[in-house]
């Protein structure tokens, strides 16, 4: 057989696979099985997110009560709140919940997750600490003003101790670090579940090898444990970033404890700002500013997930 119809065959194989669609007979059975499965969740998404998200973003442009014509004002409802002291105050608070209490957070899960590894009865220890995530936080909320009150338990207890003028846990000026604590409380064991889980993962045999080679605590940590789970750690720190900028019942049932109802404006968080802006019920509801102030929520998130993505992105470890 000549070089040429030994080239010729697999050309023709080629061509034959070319006009089959390409790819092995699994592969065309999964893209023949794409739209049927995928198809009814994306029209779904688009109808449910996707539209909603596109028509807020045009309300942003426009000054309307809910009811009767729009009237477009352009970026005027944006200029208006970053006039605004309320929302600026409300976005600081957002950064601050997104950056002080994440870190504390992930500090903290981190140790626990290094206490825990090779801790008796860890799993046990695992489903304790996770358990207030699966509490709701308005029950923390109406917690809060029982036993932070002037003659609540911890104000009780400190008397015991001697305190003749316990703080006011619950006055506004204290109210926002109180509800920063509380989040802290609630949210660690979530993600020191998560970290707990990335860690097991790692073979037993990297820390024997570790052990053999004689390397400390904190060599087997930057080398072994780190490196490995990386990818664990920006999981966490997107699912953190897109948590903070929606805490909204904590700090709305917070402020009722407090018997004021609407939680004081020290508190507030961009969150809060959009709902009471637009729902309060104390005056006429200007959608197009909680629209606006939603809008940009939302590019924070998307431009924090970005970074953190870019940031955090390693080659994978496989093992």
């Excluded at 220890?125 to 911890?154: D, K, Q």
């Excluded at 920063?180 to 979530?190: P, R, S």
């Excluded at 629209?291 to 929520?297: D, G, T």
Aim: glycine share 10%.
């Amino acid at each position: 057989m000549t070089e040429a119809a030994v080239v010729a065959v697999p050309a023709g194989r080629v061509a034959r696979r070319g006009r089959h669609g390409g790819g092995s007979t699994i592969d065309r059975a999964r893209r023949r099985l794409f739209v049927p499965f995928v198809g009814p969740a994306f029209v779904f998404y688009t109808v449910l997110f996707v539209v909603p998200a596109i028509f807020a973003v045009w309300i942003s442009f426009n000054k309307w009560a809910g009811a009767g014509p729009m009237e477009f004002v352009g970026l005027g409802n944006y200029v208006r709140l970053f006039s605004d002291q309320l929302f600026l105050r409300s976005f600081g608070n957002t950064l601050l919940l997104l950056f002080v209490v994440g870190i504390a957070i992930f500090v903290i899960a981190f140790g626990l997750t290094l206490v825990l590894r090779d801790m008796v009865g860890r799993k046990v220890a695992r489903s304790v600490i996770f358990f207030p995530h699966l509490v709701n936080a308005m029950i923390f909320g109406v917690l809060a003003g029982f036993i932070f009150n002037p003659g609540g338990l911890v104000n009780t207890l400190l008397g015991g101790l001697g305190v003749k003028e316990p703080p006011a846990w619950l006055a506004q000026d204290n109210l926002f670090p109180l509800i920063m604590v509380m989040l802290i409380w609630i949210t660690t064991g979530y993600f020191t579940t998560i970290l707990m889980a990335g860690v097991d993962r790692i073979p037993p045999y990297y820390y024997e090898d570790c052990a053999l080679a004689g390397a400390n605590a904190f060599q087997r940590l930057r080398y072994v444990i780190l490196p490995l789970t990386w990818d664990v750690f920006g999981t966490c720190a997107v699912l953190w970033t897109i948590s903070s900028v929606k805490i909204f019942e904590i700090i709305w049932v917070f402020g009722g404890s407090s018997g004021q109802g609407m939680p004081p404006t020290q508190t507030w968080t961009t969150a809060v700002y959009t709902y009471v802006t637009a729902f309060s019920g104390e005056s006429v509801p200007a959608y197009g500013a909680a629209s606006a102030s939603a809008v940009l929520s939302l590019a924070l998130v998307s431009v924090l997930v970005l970074l953190l993505r870019r940031a955090m992105k390693r080659e994978a470890i496989e093992f």
